[in-house]
């Protein structure tokens, strides 16, 4: 695998760095990327001397800024001619309504934005260096969304809630993929999408509700670095060659929700995204 190149997002804690450090391990060459450089020089030593491989580079991005996910891009590229993996894993769970520097709400912003943007700003290099893979990770909790409210992605309409805008974010993560994944349809390119379960990670713990649910679960949750082996076989499997425009709980495929499946409402999506990152 020497000579492949991957991105793995929010890779400085939790899923992100196990599944960088096991596809370090397979000696992939990887690239970290991170908001905070202080938390990611010391993940990425951290990697280096647990695996004793060199083969990974620590990048800076801030996915609650458009600029700072150009910026990033335009680096990339300027140090790469190729992205064989794309592992979209940053996220937030806001406890209360941030509006970015763009003025979007921080978790549509963060959670689905950020996914969108930063991989149509690669697209072209992924296509170049097909067959190529994109692994979106997403939440379980995307399936308490009953109705969209793609007019009211700011919570301007509505009462902030701390739940809704996190699992809001997670259905746009899930009708992002099947709609990419129908766009890419013959390009040997895959897209898919999936969540670890609950897992033990930092995610929410801002949240009093949430480190209670943690306790409560901790027993049965999964560890990061066996949520990463799950991704790792999505990325790199031979079984997973071909498979496109699926979700998955852990292993299992599933059928999504109806209105994930709904591609007007993926259409709508796809168009107010391109608008708000001002793509088309």
């Not at 991170?34 to 083969?55: D, F, H, M, P, W």
């Not at 943007?117 to 690669?122: P, R």
Request: charged share 25%; glycine share 6%.
């Amino acid at each position: 695998m020497k000579g492949k190149i991957c991105i793995v997002t929010g890779a400085n804690s939790g899923v992100g760095k196990e599944t960088a450090k096991q596809l370090a391990e397979l000696d992939y060459h990887v690239i970290m990327v991170v908001r905070n450089e202080e938390k990611g020089r010391l993940a990425l030593e951290e990697i280096k001397t647990e695996t004793g491989k060199t083969s990974l580079d620590l990048m800076i991005c801030d996915f609650a800024s458009q600029k700072s996910i150009h910026d990033f891009a335009k680096k990339f590229r300027e140090k790469h001619n190729r992205l064989d993996i794309l592992v979209n894993n940053h996220g937030v769970m806001p406890s209360k309504k941030i509006l970015t520097e763009d003025g979007i709400e921080s978790a549509f912003a963060i959670n689905h934005l950020g996914y969108f943007l930063l991989t149509n700003l690669l697209l072209d290099m992924i296509k170049v260096s097909s067959p190529a893979r994109i692994l979106n990770v997403c939440s379980g909790s995307y399936g308490a969304v009953r109705k969209i409210r793609l007019d009211d992605y700011n919570f301007d309409k509505r009462r902030f809630s701390w739940f809704k805008a996190y699992s809001e974010s997670k259905l746009y993560n899930v009708m992002f993929t099947l709609d990419l994944a129908a766009r890419l349809k013959n390009s040997n390119v895959t897209v898919n999408t999936f969540t670890p379960g609950f897992t033990l990670t930092n995610l929410g713990q801002s949240l009093r509700s949430m480190r209670l649910i943690t306790k409560l679960r901790s027993r049965k949750a999964a560890m990061p670095s066996d949520a990463a082996k799950i991704a790792i076989y999505f990325v790199t499997s031979q079984e997973m060659e071909g498979v496109s425009g699926k979700y998955f709980m852990k292993m299992d495929m599933k059928e999504t929700t109806e209105i994930a499946r709904d591609k007007k409402l993926q259409k709508e999506l796809w168009n107010l995204s391109e608008k708000l990152t001002k793509m088309n």
